[in-house]
């Protein structure tokens, strides 16, 4: 199986994972040894998943204050967390095509391929609550028609985001394309960075 089709099934796993119970406080196990790539690419889609309900609940109008900040808190962690799964991912190919001769011509892409992917784990979320959104009995016909409209148009760009990722990594490894990461840099979770927290020195 190449890399990106196994990586849309450790996502579609991990997340219908989360959904046997569909907590945000569900225990995380890993079914993935410790260490691999596979076990990045499953914690990062229950990171995603998990901050994507965090996202529903944190809009709920009714929601106390307290209980929002608390939230808007575990967000800011988790956002944090998925940047440096990204950057893991990252190094995984960095060090997998580390031998590659880089071609005279060759050009950068516009984003690394750790980034596609994490593209294709976010898609991977809104294909799953979209297919839900189809086969809901409470709405009207035209809820379920619009939705499943916009589950094709999902589906396709699976397909395209796909096929990019994979013609990139087939370029990267030919030596067409090379590699070149930067760290994220947030600057508003450095506590060096922003006046706020820095102003409270």
């Known amino acids: 199986m190449d890399f990106i089709s196994q990586s849309i099934k450790i996502f ?7 959904h046997i119970t569909d907590s945000v406080d569900a225990e995380f196990k890993n079914p993935y040894q410790k260490g691999t790539i596979e076990a990045v690419l499953y914690l990062k889609a229950w990171i995603d ?3 994507w309900h965090f996202e529903d609940i944190i809009r709920d109008p009714q929601i106390d204050p307290v209980e929002a ?3 808007k808190r575990r967000i800011d962690k988790s956002n944090q967390d998925r940047t440096d799964l990204v950057e893991m991912i990252d190094s995984y190919f960095l060090d997998k095509y580390k031998s590659v001769k880089v071609l005279p011509d060759a050009t950068i892409n516009t984003e690394s391929p750790a980034w596609a992917i994490d593209r294709l784990s976010i898609l991977q979320l809104k ?3 979209m297919r839900v959104e189809t086969s809901r009995t409470d709405c009207s016909k035209e809820h379920l028609d619009t939705c499943t409209k916009k ?15 994979a013609s990139l990594l087939v370029d990267i490894e030919a030596g067409r394309k090379y590699m070149k ?7 508003y979770n450095d506590p060096d960075t922003n006046p ?3 102003g409270q020195k």
């Not at 148009?153 to 990019?164: G, M, P, R, T, Y």
């Not at 990461?181 to 600057?187: A, L, N």
């Open 12 to 18: 579609r796993e991990a997340i219908d994972c989360y």
């Open 49 to 51: 998943t998990v901050q």
């Open 69 to 71: 900040l608390k939230l």
């Open 127 to 129: 294909i799953y609550h």
């Open 151 to 165: 589950l094709n148009v999902l589906l396709e760009q699976e397909k395209d985001l796909s096929q990019a990722i």
């Open 181 to 187: 990461t930067y760290k994220q840099m947030k600057m």
């Open 196 to 198: 706020v927290l820095y």
